[in-house]
């Protein structure tokens, strides 16, 4: 058998999560499952002609991964990409996929895809979907027709991709979605068929330590910005999670400015989906006005996406003017062509797939 007739070869690794949680003796479930043990689980996987290796990375909610953990696990993806393998599969929990995949997303060259998945329902409880999600991602993460995407999050047969992909709801089957331009496709009978190709990709380099500190700072009415001083006075770089389409008190107006004078403040919309805007109101505090006053509007990109980016372009050492020019790009609404990195741009992407 040729190298090219060879079965596609995929690398499951395993962060912990509600996917490989059991009963704890303390009560309630923690992560315990190792990545063998959750590939066992899979009903059908054998059917499939994938050969699969595992990797077993961490064993963390969700909620106590770091930034250093996807960047040490870049590099031993990397590794095994040069190897030979097809795709990876990355499992953890869902509380941060959306940030998670987002960092692999940038840090991640090459053609392979990388497929984050997990589970809402732990491995004890009737009608767990940890299983079909691994065995989706499983599929995705071996078909040609995921190479080139960068990073993607798997679960319930939706395909999204990283930069778009969002948590909405606390305990729903269906809790991820892509409010600003849908999924990038579906598993239908097996086959990965993509229907929404993004339109290119962006990475950055692997952080070193110390990472920079970056706070998201979310505005409420009524706050008076007190605490948004102090927090400010103590970060490399802030988000300002905006009222509707990038509004703040005009009472911050003084913080803000003298703030941004300093490090990069990134301005983005609490909402959720939806861009911030740069020239329509023209009030104080409005989203006009805070450009005109150094903050970098972000775009399409949520508060959370926003955080990831300018912490990883800090970390590369990005100056005000590439931080610029970096969101006008990953943020949608500015030039492509701007981003200070050399960017991995995919191959035109046909419908459909295998």
Known sequence: MSASDSPPRVLVVALGGTI???????????????????VDAVPGLEDAGIEIDVLTFRSKPGASLTIA??????????????????????????DTIEESAYVLGLLHRGPQPIVVTGAMRNPTLAGADGPANLLAAI????????????????LADEIHTAHRVRK???????TFVSPNGGPLGYLIEGRTVIVNPPAGRYTLPAPTSPLPRVALYTATLGDDGALLETIADNVDGLIVAGFGVGHTPESWLP???KTAGRIPVVLTSRTGSGPVLASTYGFAGS???????????????DPYKARVLLLLALAAGADHEQITATFA????????????????TPSPTALGGQ
């Open 20 to 38: 490989a949680m059991t009963t704890s003796t303390a009560g309630g479930v923690t992560p315990s499952l190792s990545a063998r043990q959750l």
């Open 69 to 94: 953990d996807l960047a040490e696990l870049t590099a031993k993806i990397d590794r095994s990409l040069a190897a030979g393998v097809t795709g990876v599969v990355v499992t953890q929990g869902t």
């Open 139 to 154: 599929l995705v993460a071996a078909s040609t027709a995921a190479r080139n995407l960068g990073c993607l999050v798997v």
């Open 168 to 174: 909405t709801h606390s305990t729903s089957l269906a």
């Open 255 to 257: 913080i803000l400015t």
């Open 287 to 301: 989203e006009r006005d805070l450009i005109e006053r150094g903050l970098v509007p972000a775009g399409l990109l």
């Open 329 to 344: 790009a990953a943020g949608g609404l500015g030039d492509h062509n701007n981003w200070p990195w050399p960017a991995a």
